[in-house]
């Protein structure tokens, strides 16, 4: 502390202290000593704290300092430990988890014409309608990305990288017959270009939404309020000029609402993020090809590029404004495009919530196993249909009796249904119990079934065998899975 | 590679009360992971490509800066993760078989020609490479310049 400000500080106050001192003693208690030690109090010296207050927070700033090089010098700084664990990302794995298989002769244009809430929440390649191929790529991308083993047809197991997934996602495209024979490009699923792209896009999507989400928690975001977009580390990169005017294109779109100018760097609640992607997703990649990341800048680079002030409050969330733009991009197709979505998709989608939400068969699955599944109480109350019996089906019912026949029926399922299938002698899988709506769909061979009023639905479907028991409730003109065997 | 940083752990009394006073560790934890991140990926990229003839695959930097991340901020302790099964094949070793053909395939450089041959072999044993995995004495210094960052500027925003 230095003496010199607190004597210069203090002494006003003290010598006012010796005065008041002096009147209380050397004068006699009537009004008029009253009234003097009045007007010395009105006049007390109050005194400038401000170099006092200066030199304090020095003197605490240098004693914490001294602590902390003491502290290291002591512990050596115990607080760090470094284990051998290389394991994947949960919150990636959840992401890529959410997303339902969905068949589609769409194109990709077409498909970037359908709400964001549909595209993100769905696995899909553009133009592909092959069950096997598309359920065979999510299979091997989620092994990739929860860093799990899958067995080879040689009993050996192997990891899945880029080029195991390409190398089995195309031998199923060319068994499958979808070789378009057009060599290696983009249009041809059977290709090692398009293969390579799937996997780079949806890998890097979901690595790159695990960095946005904890980015975005609040405490994370009191350190690093606003993104950079860095350089590119492919081998042919593209040039910078296209990035450049992307983020002019983007800014002036946006109002540069949140956004730097020149410098590719942006607060992270900015709608510049969304607009500068060619997939409507403030995360990387933002093209396809694309290997720039977001990276993290400081609270303190962002206030000298005048993003924010020295004291604004750090912007909300982005991820909350996300999630409502993604209900919305649902609830702004005009009815016509919605009814048009689900003839394309069949009974793949469920718009609900008064058509704010759209759900894909897999998480509508997902959602009974859960309730099955969790140990609360089980009900019948959540009854989800999966569509009426397709033009496939009722085909391949063709030769089974009157009261059995397909045309005017549909599929029902509620959690009771699934906690059965779970316990039966015959366990289901739960990730199995999700291919019934597609067994249902698509069904290579229907015969009578086991019990009254039942079928069997058989179906090859992802290397396995599934046999599905449905049994018909007359009242509902529903029916209902009571057996699974898939093998 | 995880990292667990925590903060609270042996400390001297002063800096523990120090620490003790904040009421929400997770902005300080959420700057000392950043930093962990980006130490460790200064250090894979300051490590040399490879030098034999054979044309770099960007090892340490596809499967180590492009894989660093924080995935965890707890209320006592960050988790900075390297999340990598080639990375892990590198620090850890061990032996690699073929199994989708019946050999692997190596790239080997001949000097006198300056061309690559390709050797097959059923199976490789590497050793572990201890260059995947920072130190913790390296890391240690940065992150606390980083703590002692940020009790001065809340010192300066509580002033």
Redesign the interface.
């Known amino acids: 502390m230095n003496k010199q400000l607190l004597n210069a500080w203090a002494k006003p106050i003290f010598d006012f202290y010796r005065e008041l001192a002096a009147i209380v003693k050397d004068t006699r208690f009537d009004m008029d000593m009253l009234d003097k030690a009045e007007d010395l109090v009105r006049r007390m010296p109050r005194g400038n704290p401000d170099p006092l207050d200066d030199a304090l927070y020095e003197a605490m700033s240098q004693s914490m300092q001294q602590a902390l090089l003491d502290q290291a010098r002591l512990s050596r700084v115990k607080t760090l430990s470094i284990a051998d664990d290389f394991g994947p990302v949960q919150s990636a794995i959840d992401k890529f988890d959410s997303k339902s298989p969905v068949l589609s002769a769409m194109s990709h244009a077409e498909w970037q014409a359908q709400p964001l809430a549909i595209r993100d929440r769905s696995f899909w390649s553009a133009r592909v309608e092959n069950e096997k191929l598309v359920q065979s790529m999510k299979a091997l991308l989620q092994a990739n990305i929860s860093q799990k083993r899958i067995q080879l047809s040689n009993n050996k197991e192997a990891f899945v990288d880029r080029n195991v997934f390409i190398m089995l996602a195309r031998q199923i495209a060319l068994d499958e017959g979808l070789d378009t024979k057009e060599g290696n490009v983009v249009t041809n699923i059977a290709s090692q270009r398009r293969l390579g792209l799937i996997f780079d896009f949806q890998t890097g999507s979901a690595q790159n939404y695990a960095r946005w989400k904890i980015g975005n928690d609040p405490d994370f975001m009191d350190g690093f309020p606003a993104c950079e977009l860095s350089e590119s580390r492919a081998r042919h990169p593209r040039s910078n000029a296209f990035w450049a005017s992307r983020w002019q294109e983007s800014g002036q779109a946006v109002n540069w609402e949140g956004a730097h100018q020149t410098k590719f760097i942006a607060l992270k609640n900015s709608p510049i993020w969304t607009a500068l992607s060619r997939f409507g997703l403030p995360w990387p990649p933002f093209e396809f090809g694309s290997t720039r990341v977001l990276e993290q800048v400081s609270r303190e680079e962002t206030e000298k590029l005048g993003l924010l002030g020295p004291d604004d409050d750090v912007p909300p969330a982005p991820d909350r404004q996300f999630n409502d733009d993604m209900r919305q991009s649902v609830s702004d197709l005009d009815p016509n495009r919605r009814d048009a979505l689900q003839a394309m998709m069949g009974d793949q989608v469920d718009i609900q919530g008064g058509g704010n939400d759209a759900v894909w068969v897999g998480s509508l699955v997902a959602g009974l196993v859960a309730e099955a599944a969790g140990g609360g109480p089980v009900t019948r109350s959540n009854i989800i249909s999966f569509g009426s019996a397709t033009n496939t089906a009722v085909d391949k019912a063709a030769d089974v009796p009157k009261d059995l026949s397909l045309p005017g029926t549909r599929m029902v399922m509620d959690a009771q249904d699934v906690k059965a299938l779970l316990k039966s002698d015959k366990p289901t899988d739960t990730k199995d119990i999700e291919l019934i709506p597609h067994v249902w769909r698509r069904p290579d061979r229907i015969r009578i079934g086991d019990g009254n009023r039942s079928l069997r639905f058989d179906k090859s479907i992802i290397g396995r065998r599934a046999s599905v028991n449905f049994e018909m409730d007359p009242k509902q003109r529903a029916w209902r899975v009571t057996g699974a065997d898939i093998k | ?7 609270i ?4 009394p ?2 523990r009360w ?1 620490m003790q006073l904040l009421q ?1 560790k ?2 300080l ?3 000392i992971g ?1 930093e962990a991140a980006g130490a460790i990926r200064d250090h894979y990229k300051a490590l040399p490509a490879r030098s034999d003839g054979i044309p770099s695959g ?1 090892f340490w ?1 596809r499967e180590g800066s ?2 660093i ?5 707890g209320q006592e302790s960050v988790t900075v ?8 094949h590198k ?2 070793g061990g032996r690699v ?1 073929a ?2 053909k019946k050999a692997l395939c190596f790239p080997i450089f001949d000097n006198l020609t300056s061309t690559i041959h390709l050797i097959m072999v059923k199976a490789v044993t590497h050793k572990p490479d201890p260059r995947a ?4 004495s390296e ?3 940065r ?2 310049v980083v ?2 960052d940020y ?2 500027r809340l ?2 925003r509580g ?1």
């Open positions: 590679m995880k990292i667990n940083l925590r903060v752990d042996n400390m001297t002063d800096l120090r929400n997770r902005p934890l959420g700057r950043e960007n930097q492009d894989k991340g924080v995935p965890e901020i993760r390297v999340s990598s099964v080639p990375m892990a620090y850890k078989e199994k989708f995995r920072m130190e913790e890391m240690s210094q992150l606390l703590i002692r009790f001065d010192f300066k002033k």
